[in-house]
Every structure is written in structure tokens, then in C-alpha cells.
């Protein structure tokens, strides 16, 4: 089994920048799909980004793309999100997640491991 832990939440000005990172540990995430949800209170968990084993092929939901980059480092055994021009309506609890399979997929169902979640706080 493997264990995901996201860092790189905090809080941040409308505008600004953040990078969230997801280290993996247990085993190699070299071959899996990798994505990133996210839960607003009171919401469901919804998809943002997705990135294949190899890292060509990566999907994003329409609200963040343009805007956030998903990238990863299979040396590292991690998967980065880089969010930039943030708005008020990305404050979530932002989860990484690991698939067992190497397409990327944009349902929750399509991954088996996930982290316990960072929170991003924008600010009008």
C-alpha cells in the first residue's frame, strides 16, 4: 500500500501563487496514473488534475485550466500542482491520489490511494 502526503497548502492573496506537492512512499508510483481533487466545505470532492504514468497525457477540470499545471518526478516518487492566478473559489482541502493503473483517469473511482489532504485558503 502506499502512503501520499501533500504539502505546500496555506493561505494566499487572490492572485497569487502556490505549488502543491504529493510524496509517496510504499511504493513506486512510476508506473500509476496520479491525480488531484479537491473539497470546498459544504461540496463534493471534485476532480482538478490528472497526469499519466509518463506524464504526456494530463487532463484538467475546465474551472482550473489555464491556470494550474500538474507535473510529476517518478525519481521522486512525486506529483506536483502548480496553481497560479488563485481565486477565492479554489479554497479547498486539496487531495493527492494514486491510481494502479498508468492512464489518468477524472473520477474519484479511478484511484485507489489517497492522501489525507492539504488546505488552500485564497483571500479576496
Known amino acids: 500500500q502506499v502512503q501520499l502526503v501533500e504539502s505546500g497548502g496555506g493561505l494566499v492573496q487572490a492572485g497569487g501563487s502556490l505549488r502543491l506537492s504529493c510524496a509517496a512512499s510504499g511504493r513506486t508510483l512510476s508506473s500509476s496514473a496520479m491525480g488531484w481533487f479537491r473539497q470546498a466545505p459544504g461540496k463534493e470532492r471534485e476532480f482538478v488534475a490528472a497526469?499519466?504514468?509518463?506524464?504526456?497525457?494530463?487532463y484538467y477540470a475546465d474551472s482550473v485550466k489555464g491556470r494550474f499545471t500538474i507535473s510529476r518526478d517518478n525519481a521522486k516518487n512525486t506529483v506536483y500542482l502548480q496553481m497560479n492566478s488563485l481565486k477565492p473559489e479554489d479554497t479547498a482541502v486539496y487531495y493527492c491520489a494514486a491510481a494502479t493503473r498508468g492512464a489518468a483517469g477524472v473520477k474519484a473511482v479511478d484511484y485507489n490511494d489517497w492522501g489525507q489532504g492539504a488546505q488552500v485558503t485564497v483571500s479576496s
Open positions: 497526469i499519466s504514468w509518463s506524464g504526456r497525457t494530463t
